[in-house]
């Protein structure tokens, strides 16, 4: 090169170089195609004896102007550097595009033998890979025992590499074209969402509640607001720090005494720990303020009512009993005394196997009780825990009923969370009881669909049921004579009569039912008592 070229390296040279490489490549490759052609042309070197083809006449001839090297001719548009027509690039990159990297020259060579289009012209790949690193569609390597390698290959296939000269769609235009592509295919047509339309106002239509459901509503709604709600930050403390100011729920406050170790959070049991004089969790108690409201509300809702089933509206279409129990052992009274009721409410003491703080009947005992005489049509719920589960199934069936539903008490503890470590169970700590609903008779007069068959209510005194069974029963049978057996005293209710050896005495209060028992049981009430707790008189 000349000393204004500025070396080897020059861009200008590289090209002019190179170009005339492909022209030289060009020439022998016609030769080997056509070698008698070549023959004639060719006239021996003066210096080497080997035979070269016979110059152009423009170059035999030099005109005066001309440099003292001759430029190789450059390509025309039509063909690529290399003579490829398009369609053989085309094969080619999709027998690249198929191949595992680094994949070898020999190894190409190989691959486009058995193509009858690239064939014939395989013994140029290496030109081609030149040309394709040129354009950055491919990187090249040399290794040291396999040769010239192709290491890398942006072009996954061979749709995505436009004509020669023209340069390669970048990953982000594809990946946005494919995005948009996507969305036109998910994209809901005019008949879809026109569907999609009438089937949401048909699903409210379906779900919107009839007059039949708002009267019922209305009906068993609480008239006073005498429930608190617990406010989610639990302590007023927090409450404060996170709203700004006292919210209307219900609070909590720590109760921190000499022995507690706040760093080991709260007790597990909380209000229900047996050791609370020694135990170093922390227990919480109602805050002093709520507790003045929660009492006022609870003092408004019992006023000349006293029970649960009051928390209602007045419903005074309905019939109405007032509290009545009578203190009995099970196995001695006559329940055909008692007369018919609607539902039957028992809490029994299972024999579960664990030591208990009451007694307990055995499963025989259970089985015999006369529960059938009590009702000839309606429902009966049956608490059941543990190895009970199946033997209360047995006395629903032996007392004439058939099981048709069953529900679940979720026990949480002080702070409405979920309890989970229980004190009963023998393989897994029980947060949950069942309660087995059976049925008799005709049904036609109950209420349907009104409640949830699962329960969330805070754990009480131990073996204490939640008050909103009395709810649910009252809704599924409103205004009727109802029954509970085992009961104690603190389920005592409106409409219901309680029997269980723990209440206090007998206090009859309905005429009907005064005039069926007194049939049965003619002798003063302490003599009554007596026989009904011993069997003696």
Partial sequence: ???????????????????????????????????????????????????????????????????????????????????????????????????????????????????????????????????????????????????????????????????????????????????????????????????????????????????????????????????????????????????????????????????????????????????????????????????????????????????????LVDRSDMRTFPAQWIQCDLRIINMEALGKFSVVMADPPWDIHMELPYGTMEDDQMKKLPVQHLQKDGYIFLWVTGRAMELGRECLTTWGYHRVDELIWVKTNQLQHLIRTGRTGHWLNHGKEHCLVGAKGDLSHFSRGLDSDVLVAEVRERSQKPDEVYGLIERLSPGTRKIELFGRPHNVQKNWLTLGNQLDGIHLVDAELVESFRKFYPDDMETTQRFLLTGKK
Avoid at 289 to 296: S, V, W
Wanted: charged share 20%; net charge positive.
């Fill in 1 to 311: 090169s000349s000393s204004g070229g500025g070396g080897t390296g020059d861009g200008g040279d590289g090209v002019a170089n190179l170009r005339s490489n492909i022209s030289s490549l060009r020439e022998r490759m016609q030769r080997r195609r056509n070698p008698s052609a070549a023959a004639k042309t060719a006239k021996p070197n003066p210096t080497s004896g080997v035979l070269q083809p016979a110059a152009p006449a423009a170059a035999l001839s030099p005109s005066p102007s001309a440099p003292t090297a001759a430029a190789a001719p450059a390509p025309t548009a039509s063909t690529s550097a290399t003579g490829w027509t398009n369609e053989m690039e085309a094969k080619f990159l999709d027998i690249l595009a198929h191949c595992t990297l680094p994949v070898s020259v020999e190894a190409l060579r190989q691959a486009a033998a058995a193509d009858s289009l690239l064939g014939p012209v395989k013994e140029e790949i290496p030109l081609e890979l030149r040309r394709l690193e040129q354009s950055s569609a491919i990187k090249l390597a040399t290794h040291p025992a396999h040769g010239l390698q192709v290491t890398h290959t942006p072009i996954i296939t061979p749709a995505k590499r436009k004509r020669p000269g023209a340069t390669l769609t970048s990953p982000s235009a594809d990946a946005r074209t494919q995005a948009e592509i996507e969305a036109l295919l998910t994209q809901s047509s005019h008949q879809e969402s026109r569907i999609k339309k009438v089937s949401s106002e048909l699903m409210d239509v379906l779900n919107a509640p009839t007059v039949v459901d708002l009267s019922l509503t209305q009906k068993f709604k609480s008239q006073n607001n005498s429930v608190m709600e617990f406010c989610s930050c639990i302590t007023l403390e927090e409450c404060m720090a996170v709203n700004g100011q006292r919210c209307d729920c219900l609070h909590f406050r720590k109760l921190i005494r000499s022995h507690t170790d706040e760093s080991l959070g709260n007790c597990s049991y909380l209000n229900n720990c047996h050791h609370l004089n020694t135990c170093r969790y922390v227990h919480y108690v109602v805050d002093k303020e709520d507790e003045k409201k929660r009492k006022q509300k609870v003092a408004e809702m019992r006023a000349g009512h006293g029970d649960v089933v009051s928390t």
